[in-house]
């Protein structure tokens, strides 16, 4: 091997490395802490998504599992809101999830006899309790229900979005 040539491709080389480690750093900066408007508005984008879900859960051929996630990362954080739209949160997202495992053992098993207990007519009251209830405290508390605009940042365009 001749590394004879290696001195003049050594800023280039630099240049790359550095731009590696460069996006790197930027990418492993901590997330801050979420606050309690954050989880509020992600359980009410969910609870709407879920209602979707649930108007057109039978007009589908194959089932489509309905949104937990905001819920699973969440649950333990809530003490914010009060006791009964804390409930009503609460037995949704139960229910939502037992559908979930029931959809699960359809699709696993190719049957549709799994899904023969599945009413969404048990999650639509305690949805729109919590859809009421989370839109309620984010208006008292925020002045809006409505997700705030994101800015997209200096470097997103050079190393990509969020």
Do not use: C
């Not at 108007?55 to 969440?74: A, D, I, M, T, Y």
């Amino acid at each position: 091997m001749d590394f004879g040539d290696i001195g003049a491709n050594i800023p280039t080389i630099l240049t790359v490395v550095g731009l590696i480690l460069l996006q790197f750093f930027l990418r492993r900066r901590r997330k801050p802490e979420v606050t309690h408007r954050e989880i509020a508005q992600g359980l009410l984008t969910e609870v709407r998504l879920d209602q979707a879900l649930a108007e057109s859960f039978h007009l589908r051929r194959k089932p489509k599992k309905f949104e937990v996630v905001s819920w699973q990362l969440n649950k333990t954080k809530l003490d914010f809101l009060d006791q009964p739209l804390q409930v009503a949160l609460s037995d949704a997202f139960t229910t939502i999830e037992d559908f979930n495992r029931q959809i699960d053992a359809a699709k696993k098993h190719k049957s549709a006899s799994y899904m023969i207990n599945v009413d969404v007519g048990k999650i639509k009251g305690p949805l729109s309790k919590s859809k009421q209830g989370l839109e309620e405290w984010l208006q008292l508390t925020t002045g809006t229900n409505e997700p705030p605009p994101k800015y997209p940042g200096m470097l997103d365009g050079l190393f990509g979005g969020r």
